[in-house]
């Protein structure tokens, strides 16, 4: 119930972000969630851009743990479901990095940061660290609640 709310009351929010939730997503070929047609193809790489450059803002991280959601509901259950190394009913940051973040980046030399922002890569301003382990919309809930009450955008 809570994981539906938030996914409805992120949803316009996201939109906001520059990722829009709209539009069929490409095939994938590897049989995970399909890549998202929004997301580029192509950045300046990450061997030409500076580590503290690799930022995104906190609005585009929402919107794309959203996005994964979003992609291939099913997939999300099945990580949902799965018992490997997690609680059920969680999904968290390696399941992320392994079903969707590889897959969407591989052979682009680019990470998902430089993708969103080829054209101007952002200079992180904060570092939030968390445990890779714990349930992704958990920490998104925390670090958006955290955000707004203290006005970091």
């Known amino acids: 119930q809570v994981r539906a709310t938030l996914a409805q009351a992120i949803g316009s929010w996201t939109q906001t972000a520059g990722l829009p939730m709209s539009g069929a997503p490409q095939s994938q070929r590897d049989g ?26 906190l609005r585009q991280w929402a919107a794309f743990i959203m996005s994964c959601r979003i992609a291939s509901p099913e997939k999300w259950q099945e990580l949902e479901n799965s018992t490997d190394r997690k609680r059920e009913g969680d999904v968290n940051l390696y399941q992320i990095c392994d079903h969707y973040v590889k897959p969407w980046t591989r052979n682009l030399g680019n990470s998902i940061a430089l993708l969103l922002n080829g054209d101007k890569p952002l200079k992180a301003e904060l570092m939030i660290s968390h445990a890779w382990g714990e349930d992704i919309i958990e920490s998104m809930v925390a670090v958006l609640s955290k955000a707004s009450c203290t006005g970091i955008q």
């Open 32 to 57: 995970g969630p399909p890549r998202p047609k929004w997301l580029p193809a192509s950045g300046p790489g990450n061997l030409n851009v500076p580590p503290e450059d690799w930022g995104m803002t």
